[in-house]
């Protein structure tokens, strides 16, 4: 059986809220844009990127890099597969404080056919499936060193359109292959990763830290 109403979506979306734990409030907020800015970027911006990050990972960097947020969003656009990633076109910005908050947008069908309410998913008409919900994600990054450089983003905030919903939801509304993001294998050649406003900074080890 198939809902043609167009409120079958607020229904699905209200019983996916509720598996989570938020209000009956939250149900039309989770509908709502939030506003997300997008970062404008070039093709420059991720030839730049691209350089920096190949000389990191050669080990022939060993002053600071700097990506600024521009680079690195023209990077992740051009570079990054989809499956790496749970949403589509995502933003990233860059805060002080170590602060990374990453915006994108989920399809209605994937976001339930992913979650506990997967087989409610065959309900949807094709036109309500592809109606976007915005996902925001606010993380603290923080470098691991071993067994190898890695950095984790501990996942402190979310938010499903203007509705913000317990962090332990992204494990349940995701496979585990979709949340790879959070922990990113980096080079040997990394020490260290600084966020900071606008810009993400790189250093690499010394010679010293090397043998």
């Known amino acids: 059986m198939r809902v043609g109403c167009g409120g079958c979506l607020t229904l ?11 209000s009956v409030w939250g149900t039309s907020r989770v ?13 420059e911006d991720a030839a730049r990127a691209q350089q920096k990050l190949f000389r990191l990972v050669r080990g022939s960097a060993t002053d600071p890099l ?13 570079n990054v597969e989809r499956t790496e990633m749970p949403f589509d076109q995502p ?9 990374v908050e990453i915006a994108g947008q989920v399809p209605v069908g994937r976001l339930l056919a992913d979650s506990p309410l997967g087989g409610l ?4 008409p094709e036109r309500w499936s592809a ?3 915005w996902l925001r994600v606010g993380a603290h990054a923080q ?15 979310l938010s499903l359109g203007q509705q913000r919903v317990p962090v332990v939801a992204l494990r349940l509304l995701f496979e585990p292959a979709r ?15 600084r966020i900071q406003s606008g810009r993400v900074v790189i250093r690499p080890t010394s010679s010293r830290e090397r043998i």
């Open 12 to 22: 699905l979306i209200f019983g996916l809220i509720a598996t989570l734990g938020t």
């Open 31 to 43: 509908l709502h844009d939030p506003g997300v800015t997008p970062i404008r970027t070039t093709a």
């Open 66 to 78: 700097v990506l600024s947020e521009a680079e690195l969003n023209a990077f992740v656009s051009r």
């Open 91 to 99: 933003v990233i910005y860059l805060r002080d404080g170590d602060v």
């Open 121 to 124: 998913a065959g309900l949807l």
């Open 131 to 133: 109606h976007p919900v």
């Open 143 to 157: 470098l691991e060193r071993r067994p190898r450089p890695r950095l984790r983003l501990d996942v402190r905030r």
């Open 179 to 193: 949340l790879r993001f959070v922990r990113l294998t980096l080079p040997d050649a990394v020490a260290e990763v």
